[in-house]
């Protein structure tokens, strides 16, 4: 591409300053629909007394009963959640680039390697800890790293936390029927280890990741929840994202509280890389219930493009359904997600020895087959430990978010009103 380096962060903020004026526009159309969808349910609430008026009445009631204005209302309620998304996207102040991962796969260290920090900031799993919370991660050029933590509130550590695992059919015959309906409920509720008798594997793996980190520290971090956010150094980052164990049990608690951490910091060899962030995703496969939930929301409102990351065996590994499902969950979330995503391997080099590179060839050489059904941008191979490597990787993408990002965010933009005209249009038949 011709685009230089020196000019990537001008390009960036004009992109992100065209955005600006659409977030607004999206604003009032917000409004109109609620109001739309305030004038209909008062229609509907009428359509249901006229029911009750004309009991005996059977052409009058045949005719009020095929008045749908029910399916109206949903698609309206879904329409505000994508144009919520939308606005938010469009408000947001940096381009944005989600890492999203299974976890051991070189997720947290591609992401130490181009923000500069380290494992006291990024745990990369090493035996004991990794990476448990939600992290954005601003390039920022002043040279100082701090962070501002989000604590959940009762409702969000509720509704994104503790339900999952009471909404989980495999605990549906362990958990009690009632989930908790406040925080104060939850350690109320008798869990016991002698639940987890003649479930299988996974089921008890579920449960004691309630049980054993939710349930017996509710103590130790339920003050957090719903306090206001807090600035911390760099020194104290780790304590609010590390997932720490011994012997199988959480050393510190305290994350368990935090819905997200936002890091700024100036990244190294980033040369005029503009106002760009990394979205680090906690990594998938971990019985976590709402990591899941926590990706789509991420994807849909936080990200522009995301990186996929996998680390192939050096013995050989095919696309796997583990890899395609990955794909499939994200593609319900963000927009032509073909064209917003990058598939990159993590050539894992030992010494001398090219490691996995063989089988990082074969992946690359397959993913094109059409049984894979993975459709990316380009599906790169990079040593996520190596500098040089990971920031090609970084270029590659913001080449490619320079050129691509208006057009895509003009397509999206596009859907979305098409669908309200065919809302408008449903709504004027039933009228």
């Given at each position: ?21 659409l ?9 109109n ?50 144009l ?70 009762e ?64 103590n ?25 164990e ?17 890091i700024?910091?100036?990244?190294p060899n980033?040369?005029?890389?503009g ?14 219930l ?28 095919v ?13 319900q ?7 917003r ?10 010494g ?5 590179l ?5 992946l ?13 941008v380009e ?53």
């Amino acid at each position: 591409m011709n685009i230089t380096t020196a000019n990537r962060s001008a390009r960036i903020a004009e992109i992100i300053q065209k955005r600006q004026p659409l977030a607004q526009r999206i604003i009032s159309v917000e409004a109109n629909l609620k109001n739309l969808q305030n004038a209909i349910q008062i229609l509907e609430t009428d359509r249901k007394q006229q029911l009750n008026q004309w009991p005996n009445e059977a052409k009058i009631v045949d005719k009020l009963n095929k008045i749908d204005f029910s399916s109206i209302l949903s698609k309206i309620e879904k329409e505000l959640r994508e144009l919520h998304k939308l606005r938010i996207r469009f408000a947001r102040q940096t381009l944005n680039i989600g890492v999203v991962g299974r976890m051991k796969q070189g997720k947290s260290t591609l992401l130490q390697t181009l923000s500069g920090l380290s494992d006291h900031e990024i745990p990369a799993r090493s035996g004991k800890a990794c990476t448990a919370v939600r992290s954005t991660i601003y390039h920022q050029p002043e040279n100082l790293t701090e962070a501002l933590v989000t604590f959940h509130t009762e409702e969000s550590f509720l509704q994104e936390v503790i339900l999952p695992y009471f909404d989980h059919k495999k605990l549906a015959n362990i958990l009690p029927k009632t989930p908790p309906q406040s925080l104060d409920d939850f350690p109320r509720i008798q869990l016991s280890p002698d639940l987890l008798q003649g479930n299988d594997a996974t089921t008890n793996t579920i449960y004691k990741r309630l049980y054993d980190d939710y349930y017996l520290n509710f103590n130790d971090y339920s003050p957090f929840i719903g306090k206001q956010p807090i600035r911390i150094t760099k020194e104290k980052i780790r304590e609010y994202v590390a997932q720490e164990e011994e012997n199988g049990k959480l050393t510190d608690s305290k994350h368990l509280a935090v819905r997200k951490v936002e890091i700024s910091c100036p990244f190294p060899n980033a040369n005029e890389i503009g106002k760009i962030a990394l979205v680090d995703l906690p990594g998938l496969g971990d019985f976590k219930l709402g990591d899941e939930k926590l990706m789509l929301t991420t994807l849909g409102e936080e990200v522009d493009v995301v990186l996929f990351i996998l680390k192939p065996n050096e013995n050989g590994s095919v696309w796997a359904i583990y890899d395609t499902e990955l794909y499939n969950t994200a593609s319900q979330a963000l927009n032509e997600l073909s064209a917003r995503s990058f598939f990159v391997l993590n050539n894992k080099v030992n010494g001398d020895d090219s490691g996995n590179l063989k089988s990082c060839q074969d992946l690359k050489a397959s993913i094109d087959q059409q049984q894979v059904k993975i459709k990316v941008v380009e599906c790169l191979i990079a040593d996520c430990r190596n500098p040089e490597q990971a920031n090609q990787v970084l270029d590659q993408v913001l080449d490619y978010l320079e050129t691509q990002v208006i057009e895509l965010d003009a397509r999206y933009a596009k859907s979305n009103q098409e669908r309200l005209i065919q809302l408008h249009e449903q709504l004027k038949t039933e009228l």
